[in-house]
Each structure stands twice: as structure tokens, then as C-alpha cells.
């Protein structure tokens, strides 16, 4: 078992027969020559299933799951926290605020695990529908079994901080099954790198934290890494299909995008989680919703996401408005 807040060396075997690699002139070996396997599409799809090749990891494997909590340690940084500056966390003990911090990080997991399952759900739909003798589709079921371990990682963690599993509520359920059969294009690539990004950016902020506990540290690290290749994958995918999108067509992919990055900014943490501490969750919810420090973190979320998505043309008439409910621009 490693370090708990160290990523084990990985690499492929440059003698395994079975791993596409570059042949003696320097050429993409794994690629053919002629057709859709020679677009720009087909390359980024092979030098992402190369890197997962190299560089995966098995939480199961590469996480002591029987390591204690650290004394003292926390599980979200303070500042993070939805109630941070407010009258409500002021009345909080340390411990307190500790405590929350836990259960609002159990928050994230879980809401992470239905956004990885969403995520599944339509990158199976592109299998089910495409080639899969391309390296994009191939590259789609990489994915695929990445986010899954990444699921069991999220299940793991929770079960190892002994907090509830805070689901959606069920009306956003409905919605995301909903989301798996329409959406499509841009709207269904940019609906993935919002659930992707904006966890992605708060956790590389804690990967490097000694304050937070090991284990937590160590789920982040193989998320970054890993989920460096699905936004990878997922942008260049938005970029091209954007560029096909229709006059008509615009404003129901921006529609669909605006919608999505509402719920993830609204529904990241669930109200449940203060009664961890001895909170009235509706009272809380009202607070954190109206807290400018929680505003911040969530534009902080969003910041890298949403320069990319406006320079799509994503972010517009007719949800420009849900982005700014969302307080993920002003």
C-alpha cells in the first residue's frame, strides 16, 4: 500500500505488445493511415488512450482505505465552506466547523458520484451510436471505466469519513435522466465539463494543502490526473461540435447549458448536511445562498470553464440569466 498522499509511479511497459506506440520511424503506430483515423479528432482520441495506458490508477489498490482520520486535519478548506463569514459560522465551534467541512465534502462526493453516472450514461450513448473501431469511441469506453472507478473511489470516501450519502433531491434526479436522452452536441459535452471542472478546480486548490487529511489529498491527486484527460477529450469535442451548430440550433444548446450549470452550482452542497452540526437546514440553505463568500467560490469554480465555454459562443440569450443565478458570472 503507498503513501496516502502520494500518487505511485505508473508507466507502461514499453515491451507489452498490446500497447500502440511509436514505431522506429517516430510514426503513430496504433493509427491508420487513411480515412477518420487520420483526423485531428483520431489523434487526440489516441494520445489520450495512450496516457490512460501510462498513467491510471486503482483506488482500491493505490488508497489505504484503513487509514484513521488525521487529529487535527481537516476536509475541506475553511474558506470553502458555504457559510464562511457569515453570522451562522461564526456561532461555530472549531470542531464544528471542522465537522462541517466534512459533511459538506461528503456532499461533493456524492453529488459527484451522480454526475460520473450521468457522464457514463452519455458517453455509452455515443459508443451505442459511433464506430468503435475509431479511437474516439475507444477512447469514450476508457473513459467509461475510468469514471467508474472514480464512483467507487467518490462511495469509498464517504464510507470512510462515516457521514450519510447525500443524494439529490429527487426532482434533479428526474432531470438528469432526462439530460442522458437529449442532450446532444455542444450542450451534452459542455454539460460533462461543467460537472468536471468546476470540482476539478477546487480540488487541485486542496491537492497541495497539508492541512487537509491524507486521504482526501490522495482522492483529489488521481482525480486531477485522470480527469486532466476526459476535459482533454471533452473540450476538443464541444470546439468541433460548435462549430456545426446552426443559427436555429444555438439557442437551445446555450438553453440546455444554462440549465446545467444552475443545478451543479445550486445543488453541490445538499441543505442535509447542517444538521451535521446542529443547524436548521432550510435557515442555512437561505444564508449560504445569499453568503458572497459562497458566490465567490462557486465564480472560482467556474472561472476556467466558463472563458471556455464563452469563447464557444456557449454562454448567451437566452440563459445568460441562469449563469448569473448560478453566480457564476456577474
Request: glycine share 8%; with cysteine.
Amino acid at each position: 500500500m503507498t503513501k496516502t498522499s502520494e500518487l505511485p509511479a505508473r508507466g507502461a511497459s514499453s515491451t507489452n505488445p498490446g500497447l500502440p506506440g511509436k514505431g522506429a520511424g517516430g510514426t503513430d503506430s496504433g493509427l491508420p493511415g487513411k480515412g477518420a483515423a487520420s483526423t485531428d479528432r483520431e489523434r487526440i482520441a489516441d494520445r489520450l488512450l495512450r496516457s490512460t495506458a501510462a498513467r491510471s490508477y486503482d483506488p482500491e489498490l493505490d488508497i489505504d482505505w484503513s487509514a484513521p482520520p488525521e487529529p487535527g486535519k481537516i476536509f475541506l478548506p475553511e474558506h470553502r465552506s458555504t457559510l464562511y463569514r457569515t453570522p451562522l459560522w461564526d456561532r461555530l465551534t472549531p470542531e464544528q466547523r471542522r465537522e462541517l467541512g466534512k459533511h459538506e465534502a461528503a456532499s461533493v462526493a456524492g453529488f459527484g458520484i451522480w454526475l460520473e453516472c450521468i457522464l457514463m450514461r452519455l458517453l455509452a450513448k455515443l459508443a451505442y451510436e459511433e464506430n468503435p473501431a475509431t479511437r474516439h469511441v475507444q477512447y469514450a469506453l476508457a473513459e467509461m471505466a475510468e469514471e467508474c472507478r472514480h464512483s467507487t473511489m467518490f462511495a469509498r470516501l464517504i464510507e470512510w469519513m462515516g457521514v450519510p450519502y447525500y443524494a439529490p433531491p429527487r426532482h434533479i434526479h428526474a432531470l438528469g435522466r432526462l439530460l442522458t436522452t437529449t442532450a446532444h452536441g455542444p450542450a451534452m459535452w459542455g454539460a460533462i465539463l461543467i460537472g468536471e471542472e468546476i470540482t476539478d478546480r477546487f480540488q487541485r486548490e486542496m491537492a497541495t494543502d497539508d492541512s487537509i487529511q491524507p486521504i482526501v489529498r490522495m482522492v483529489n491527486k488521481i482525480h486531477i490526473l485522470e480527469e486532466a484527460r476526459h476535459i482533454g477529450f471533452a473540450r476538443a469535442e464541444l470546439t468541433r461540435s460548435a462549430a456545426k451548430l446552426s443559427l436555429g440550433e444555438l439557442p437551445i444548446q446555450r438553453a440546455m447549458l444554462g440549465r446545467v450549470a444552475f443545478i451543479v452550482a445550486r445543488h453541490l452542497i445538499s441543505p442535509e448536511v447542517y444538521r451535521s452540526v446542529g443547524l436548521d437546514p432550510a435557515e442555512a440553505r437561505r444564508v449560504a445562498l445569499a453568503n458572497p463568500a459562497h458566490h465567490e467560490t462557486i465564480r472560482y469554480g467556474g472561472e476556467k470553464i466558463v472563458a471556455f465555454l464563452r469563447e464557444a459562443g456557449m454562454i448567451g440569450p437566452p440563459a445568460t440569466h441562469l449563469w448569473r443565478k448560478a453566480h457564476m458570472i456577474g
